[in-house]
């Protein structure tokens, strides 16, 4: 057991950090998190990392319930993300919106895809090139450890990476 929470630790320290999420009220539960990462097969140290590709997780959202809008606590960090983008050639911000993990109703789908929308909204209207954002809606969050973390429908990830082309 402690060679597992060693081997974890980065990723459980990264989500439990405040400053990675922001919205409405969430309740986190770390360690239910771990215990269904490592439970899911096949699980293995990647699935703990929170990290699609060369992107690395900057951002969680947590929605109200039903609600497309964007969170108002959020605007600083989307904006200082939007700065990041802007200055950076080349780098990408990846959003993927998660609906439920097996059986996503149409209504579901259609307030994922929504917060998607709403995002995309939101950063161009900060200038930021349609070419550096990839949208992805999914019936699950990207990582075990975020989905047995956090409340599913409500959070929208948001990936950050320099490199150009991925």
């Known amino acids: 057991m402690t060679v597992i929470a060693q081997a974890s630790q980065p990723a459980l320290d990264t989500i439990k950090n405040p400053d990675l999420h922001c919205g409405e009220a969430y309740e986190l539960d770390a360690y239910e998190g771990l215990m269904g990462a490592l439970a899911t097969q096949p699980s293995n140290a990647s699935d703990l990392k929170l990290r699609r590709g060369n992107r690395q997780l900057a ?6 319930a039903g609600s497309s809008a964007v969170p108002n606590n959020c ?4 904006n200082t993300l939007a700065e990041r983008v802007k200055s950076t050639r080349g780098s990408k911000l990846l959003i993927r919106s998660a609906t439920k993990t097996a059986s996503s109703s149409e209504m579901d789908l259609a307030i994922a895809d929504a917060r998607l929308e709403q995002l995309k909204t939101y950063f161009r209207n900060q200038r930021v090139a349609r070419t550096a954002l990839i949208l992805e809606l999914h019936p699950a969050p990207s990582s075990p450890l975020i989905e047995d973390s956090v409340e599913v429908p409500r ?5 950050f990476s320099q490199a150009s082309g991925s």
Do not use: D, P, S
């Not at 605007?75 to 989307?78: A, D, F, P």
């Not at 959070?155 to 990936?159: A, F, G, R, S, T």
């Open 59 to 64: 951002l969680v959202i947590h929605f109200a």
């Open 75 to 78: 605007q600083n960090t989307l």
């Open 155 to 159: 959070v929208v990830e948001i990936y």
